[in-house]
């Protein structure tokens, strides 16, 4: 605590804000029975408010500690719901509904799984359709659209992240409990434990508490302007996130799970820190004196100096946030933000709550800061899209139109496109000689104009705009708006995705297949762990051929 109400602490913070482009920042802290808390900056910086310990920030996945606990309520009650066992598989659970891209996996994924990010299963996050569309999402689709996804690993066999098990997990606990999922937040967890200033989505804060409820905000380098906008509903990804919350009600949380407090049983703890996926089995880049981290459900766990430390990151368009506790110290804290780590640069309030999560930990206990080690920067993805598609295409003529039969049949013996596989910086060296310059767009742009099709993913639809080939995808729930730059065959493109909030360059490798001169598929990288593109097909208008 002495180090938390420091000047050195308050100047850390501060100095952090500011390299972070972060308006406004608030954290509590508990040691043993003993909570304080403190608030930083701006909640609106266009009326300067300032952020107090009761400020209002969307916490994003830290959200997903309290889905694992609403699901772990369901679990320890063996006379209402004795069917819901971590063991038992989602299919006998949500029969109908919970259906995957295979009967294997169908019949195989447990409760266990879908709360562990080991399925198998990719984030396929721009495959859900947010308010905005025309057709939104709710937890009952995301579970049912499951079935239209492919999946990338062999189940339990690697961890990888992903958002929509975590909603799938409260369609269960509304089947189940015959409630919504707000009202089993509010009855089983919230009122429990004192949490009365927190809400799930941000509409629900905005309506009860005004103007408590932070903006959010992205920071644009280029114009050293911030850009503000208040957090936005998903209904479709609750559980995964969504839970709006204050520094002052977060600390209640973290001291329930250090205490076994209200909800937090014995029995429910145990379930939520008890092991089941390695993040980085690997052990690369670990930093000094940490132990690779592991997933518990809705918690990441990690060894330091010997002690144990349970956490969670938040972040989404506009905030961050983190908690961690440390069970053998009776001690944790609660950072939240109104800045997101945009795909412009690194920083937000996320990165401020990491880098304050280490300095509270040593000063807990009582060792000096780490220096940290200079690492070796990769390419940047942009670079290597270029450099694997010129590799893919040297033995190809530029500027001609495959036919589509043609184009499959070579596809199979292509290297795949964005592998993620290790690579050698002295082969890297030798393929930037392999590379091409772009060559010219040829076949008029209108050949390729149209709505795409994928059961999955729903509808793309290819546009003109400035001459450009060009996707607004604004109505998913990480909203887009994407830009093709030919890069060969005039089949062969990078697909430029700007984020609707951040704005950034996310580039993904895209490609078209032609049939009779016109564009009848799109397929796009969207997942690289798949190593397979996402195909769509061209929606024919009536009486098209």
Not at 181 to 207: C, V, W, Y
Not at 255 to 262: H, I, K, T
Not at 418 to 438: F, H, L, Q, R, Y
Request: include cysteine.
């Amino acid at each position: 605590m002495d180090y938390f109400r420091s000047d050195a602490f308050s100047s850390l913070v501060r100095e952090l804000m500011d390299e972070h482009h972060t308006p406004g920042f608030s954290i509590a802290v508990v040691q043993d029975e003993e909570v304080d808390s403190a608030g930083y900056g701006y909640a609106h910086l266009e009326s300067k408010t300032p952020v107090t310990p009761d400020t209002l920030f969307d916490i994003a996945s830290c959200s997903k500690s309290m889905t694992a606990t609403a699901v772990g309520l369901l679990v320890e009650d063996d006379e209402k719901y004795p069917e819901v066992q971590y063991t038992a598989t989602m299919s006998s659970l949500l029969p109908d509904d919970f259906v995957l891209s295979s009967a294997e996996y169908t019949n195989s994924v447990t409760l266990d799984d879908i709360l562990s990010h080991r399925t198998g299963m990719p984030t396929h996050d721009k495959c859900y359709m947010g308010p905005q569309a025309a057709q939104p999402d709710d937890a009952k689709s995301i579970t049912r659209n499951l079935r239209h996804l492919p999946m990338a690993h062999p189940l339990r066999t690697k961890y990888i992240y992903n958002n929509m098990m975590f909603t799938v997990a409260t369609y269960l606990v509304e089947v189940k409990s015959q409630k919504s999922f707000s009202d089993f937040l509010q009855e089983r967890i919230f009122k429990p434990l004192g949490m009365d200033s927190t809400t799930l989505q941000p509409s629900a804060a905005r309506a009860r508490f005004g103007d408590r409820v932070a903006t959010g905000y992205e920071w644009d380098k280029e114009t050293s302007k911030y850009s503000g906008f208040p957090a936005p509903d998903s209904p479709e990804a609750q559980g995964a996130g969504s839970v709006v919350t204050s520094a002052k009600d977060f600390i209640k949380w973290v001291g329930a799970l250090l205490r076994r407090e209200g909800p937090i049983s014995e029995k429910v703890y145990r379930d939520l820190v008890r092991i089941r996926s390695i993040q980085n089995p690997g052990a690369f880049r670990l930093k000094r004196f940490t132990s690779p981290e592991f997933y518990g459900t809705g918690l990441d766990i990690y060894y330091y100096r010997g002690y144990t430390v349970i956490a969670h990151d938040g972040g989404i368009s506009g905030f961050g946030s983190r908690f961690f506790f440390m069970p053998e110290l009776g001690f944790g804290a609660a950072m939240v933000g109104n800045s997101g780590q945009t795909l412009q640069s690194v920083g937000g309030a996320g990165t401020i709550a990491n880098i304050l999560s280490r300095r509270l930990i040593d000063a807990a206990l009582k060792v000096s800061e780490i220096v940290s080690l200079p690492r070796w920067k990769p390419k940047r993805r942009e670079e290597k899209i270029r450099g694997d598609i010129a590799i893919r295409q040297k033995n190809q003529p530029n500027g001609q139109v495959q036919d589509n039969k043609e184009q499959e049949g070579k596809k199979e013996n292509e290297s795949e496109v964005g592998s993620d596989s290790d690579s050698d910086p002295d082969e890297d060296e030798k393929e930037e000689d392999k590379k091409e310059s772009p060559s010219p767009q040829v076949t008029p742009l209108t050949s390729y104009v149209g709505s795409y099709w994928n059961p999955g993913y729903r509808r793309l639809t290819v546009q003109i705009k400035n001459d450009k080939l060009f996707i607004d995808a604004t109505d998913r729930t990480t909203g887009f708006r994407s830009v093709f730059e030919h890069i060969s065959d005039q089949t062969k493109y990078i697909l430029h995705s700007y984020d609707m909030f951040e704005g950034g360059d996310e580039p993904c490798p895209a490609e078209f297949v032609f049939e009779n001169g016109r564009a009848v598929k799109l397929g796009v990288l969207f997942e690289e762990v798949l190593k397979e593109m996402i195909w769509f097909e061209l929606e024919r208008e009536e009486g098209e051929k």
